[in-house]
């Protein structure tokens, strides 16, 4: 069975603080995604990476592929207290049509 | 204008029960999904249809089943509903079948089975 592990689970940190959040895999990818998911809501797509090393840039979000295209990196520059919520990585295989979810981060940005 | 809608929004219902949900997109697509998300978050795929057509079925109980009735559309009927089955159910939709393509997801329909 196909795993994505999220570290770390939860983090909680204060406004202006930088942090990354690792999405690993023993399988590789031919595609992966990050979502943030607010409460009561469904997960909103960030960013989709499909070749090893690439690295996409969304205002303070960094997202990286790692080489092996087996494990990817969430960095958020300068958190803000909208950054909150449940962050999910999700890897697709080659030849599949589907999405494997990770395990999830849940991010709280204190004020 | 909401691109993905559900119905209902909550559900609570009895053990043993049959429910349906419903869900509807705006956005011209031909894919659609059901995945359900547990209490510890976690969400997995249950069913893909692309244009109606039955795509991925993956080993759900066969008290759940899909209908698409035409491309806008996913339907989910559950029967016999259990205790386990308690959980945030969400439609999605993607322009096609191809996991490049962004994945719009509704806002879900929280079930709870007492």
């Known amino acids: 069975t196909q795993l994505l592990e999220q570290s770390p689970q939860f983090l909680s940190i204060q406004e202006g603080e930088n942090l990354t959040v690792y999405c690993n895999s023993s399988?590789?990818?031919?595609?992966l995604q990050w979502y943030r998911q607010e409460p009561g809501e469904g997960p909103v797509l960030l960013v989709t990476?499909?070749?090893?090393?690439e690295v996409k840039k969304l205002k303070r979000l960094t997202f990286q592929f790692g080489d092996a295209r087996k494990d990817s990196s969430l960095h958020i520059t300068a958190a803000q207290p909208g950054d909150t919520g449940l962050y999910l990585c999700?890897?697709?295989?080659?030849?599949?049509?589907?999405?494997?979810f990770g395990t999830g981060t849940r991010l709280k940005v204190l004020a | 204008d909401t691109a993905v809608s559900q119905t209902p929004k909550y559900l609570v219902t009895q053990m043993g029960n049959d429910k349906s949900i419903k869900c509807e997109q705006n956005?011209?697509?031909?894919?659609m999904y059901w995945y359900k998300q547990d209490s510890k978050k976690f969400l997995k795929i249950m069913f893909s249809?692309?244009?109606?057509?039955?795509?991925i079925n993956e080993t759900v109980p066969n008290r759940f089943s899909p209908k698409s009735p035409d491309k806008a559309h996913l339907n989910l009927h559950i029967n016999s509903l259990e205790l386990g089955d308690s959980a945030v159910y969400f439609c999605?939709?993607?322009?096609?079948?191809?996991?490049?393509?962004?994945?719009?997801f509704g806002p879900g329909t929280r079930l709870t089975v007492l």
């Open positions: 999605a939709s993607s322009s096609r079948l191809a996991v490049t393509d962004t994945q719009y």
């Open positions: 399988s590789v990818f031919s595609s």
């Open positions: 990476v499909v070749t090893g090393g």
């Open positions: 999700a890897g697709a295989t080659s030849g599949t049509y589907k999405y494997i």
């Open positions: 956005l011209g697509h031909d894919t």
């Open positions: 249809y692309n244009n109606k057509e039955l795509i």
